[in-house]
């Protein structure tokens, strides 16, 4: 029996029988009923957010269990080049994932920017005043769509959050040539940093968007404009909890310039981020700022 269990002698690595997989898919499952719960019940003028607890209590549960378990392997030294090398393509095709989910928005946003006077479902020009970005106005001539005010101005605060960002990419840049080099002191101070700045690019957007002239609701500006950058901004969220982890974990001494894989896979994530980030500024803050907006 013991043989049985023994770590067989061969680069690739057999999992072993896991809960996670189906804990984490019936976690999914009540979360997304209680989601529906919820809005039912916020469409009723009775909103419940307690109906989401349970389904996020037990994906937050695998969360920690399934990943628990990975740096359990990681260390019992399951984690082979070969078994690195996969898990390297794993993450690059989760990547690659992320940027298609982002293309769905951008395309959304291009659409109702560049066809502002096309018919769909109803006259985009009633709405837009037959431009991008809209016509300002207290109303539309369609009921149940709200205001626009005005644009962003992109010189201010999202370039401001522009160049945060673009900061945080030499941070972890620098944590990482530190881990490669085996300066524990300077990979933790990287991500220190990088973390400190993803936590100023939040707070900086909560007060952006604070200040919007238009909302996300019945408005197809507002709509756009929040999908894409909120998020980004949830992106940016889910990094830097990734970062964190990574930098209670480079205190603890895990990784080594030879194994640090969960590290790659964090500044991996960050740097596409960043790459999303500069595209939102340049296409929605830049090019699809008008010339509507506030000089301040």
């Not at 972890?172 to 933790?188: D, F, K």
Request: aromatic share 18%.
């Amino acid at each position: 029996m013991a043989e049985a269990h023994a770590k067989p002698q061969h680069d690739y690595h057999l999992v072993d029988p896991s809960p996670w997989p189906a804990v984490g898919a019936a976690g999914a499952f009540t979360l997304a009923i209680g989601a529906l719960l919820y809005f039912m019940s916020k469409k009723a003028g009775t909103p419940h957010l307690w109906y989401v607890i349970p389904g996020l209590v037990l994906v937050i549960f695998t969360m920690f269990g399934w990943w628990r378990d990975v740096i359990k392997e990681a260390h019992e030294g399951y984690e082979t080049p070969v078994v690195q090398l996969h898990l390297r393509y794993g993450m690059i095709l989760f990547i690659a994932s992320e940027v298609m989910f982002f293309v769905a928005w951008f395309w959304a946003y291009f659409d109702a920017a560049l066809y502002p006077d096309s018919v769909v479902t109803y006259a985009r020009t009633q709405v837009l005043g037959g431009q991008w970005p809209p016509v300002p106005s207290a109303d539309t001539d369609v009921a149940g769509l709200g205001w626009f005010a005005h644009t962003f101005n992109p010189w201010g605060l999202p370039l401001v959050n522009t160049l945060i960002l673009l900061t945080s990419g030499t941070t972890v840049t620098w944590a990482h040539h530190s881990l490669l080099e085996g300066n524990r002191r300077g990979l933790v101070m990287g991500l220190l940093c990088t973390i400190g700045l993803g936590i100023m690019f939040t707070l900086c957007q909560a007060y952006e968007y604070s200040h919007a002239g238009f909302a996300f609701a019945h408005h197809i500006y507002g709509s756009t404009f929040f999908m894409a950058t909120g998020f980004h901004g949830f992106h940016v969220i889910v990094g830097t909890i990734f970062l964190t982890v990574m930098l209670f974990r480079a205190m603890g001494g895990d990784f080594t310039p030879k194994q640090h894989f969960g590290f790659e896979a964090a500044a991996w994530y960050w740097h596409f981020v960043d790459v999303v980030w500069l595209f939102l500024f340049t296409c929605i803050y830049v090019w699809g700022a008008g010339s509507n907006y506030p000089a301040g």
